[in-house]
């Protein structure tokens, strides 16, 4: 089947092709046949394939790389899609949770609480400090149980982002699903989690501690994303920000 319609398609092609150069050959006879001046006639065919060059550059360069660009923005536009529904279903909440037992965090909560008013340019500068940011969570003071509840609800949520082939094109994101995965699992096989030993807690912090630092840098840039092309999206987006104690989805 696939072959004989692979052949249908080349013999359209072959036809559309066979068509156009015989519909020039007639142009160029009529041509001809009125003007009697073969020289001429030869001169304009020589000068009409000299400019197929500049076309073929045209079509083949110029205007394939702007199709590209397009769909390269089409295809981040549906990657953006699925990070927003990452943080409506696991990334917010689960931000919100690590963040409370981060013992630094009163250092840069500040610097968080987006508003309206933040240009690309604030947006960097506040970027470029998180990259410095000693990130922590202790897991000690975590309730385990209730945050491998949360995971394993939604383990197949996740598998379901992981298999979608456009997250290839963003790998801070990939990264990110990726750390969350790896907490749920290692929380799935811990069947009671209340009474661990200290270096099994110490192996969770480092995992929580993972997640919470990818989290914190995708949620940022998720948020200027929402700024610059959604302002509504943008608005619930800063009514919920997790670091924001005074934040609510009501409008007062």
């Known amino acids: 089947m696939g072959i004989r319609t692979a052949v249908k398609r080349v013999s359209w092609q072959v036809y559309l092709g066979v068509g156009l150069v015989s519909l020039s050959a007639t142009v160029y006879a009529v041509q001809y046949l009125i003007f ?12 009409d394939l000299a400019f197929v060059f500049v076309e073929v550059l045209l079509v083949t360069v110029i205007i394939h790389a702007l199709l590209g660009e397009r769909e390269k923005r089409q295809r981040l536009e549906k990657l953006n899609m699925v990070i927003g529904v990452f943080f409506s279903e696991v990334g917010t909440g689960l931000l919100t949770y690590l963040s409370d037992f981060d013992p630094n965090l009163s250092t840069i909560k500040g610097e968080l609480v987006v508003s309206g008013s933040w240009s690309e340019k604030e947006f960097s500068r506040v970027a470029g400090r998180l990259k410095g940011y000693d990130y922590a969570v202790d897991a000690s003071r ?22 979608n082939p456009n997250l290839l094109e963003h790998e801070s994101f990939t990264e990110l699903l990726r750390a969350v995965f790896h907490l749920t699992e290692e929380l799935a096989q811990r069947q009671d989690v209340s009474c661990l030993p200290e270096a099994d807690c110490r192996h969770l912090d480092g995992d929580a501690k993972r997640v919470y630092t990818h989290l914190v840098l995708q949620w940022l840039d998720y948020m200027k994303y929402l700024k610059a092309n959604y302002p509504y999206l943008f608005s619930l987006a800063i009514r919920t920000n997790p670091f924001d104690q005074t934040a609510s989805a009501i409008i007062g």
Do not use: N, P
Request: no cysteine; aromatic share 14%; proline share 0%.
């Open 142 to 163: 975590v309730d385990l149980g209730r945050l491998r509840g949360f995971l394993l609800g939604k383990r197949e949520f996740l598998l379901r982002l992981m298999e």
């Open 36 to 47: 009697r001046d073969a020289r001429s006639e030869i001169y304009y065919i020589f000068q």
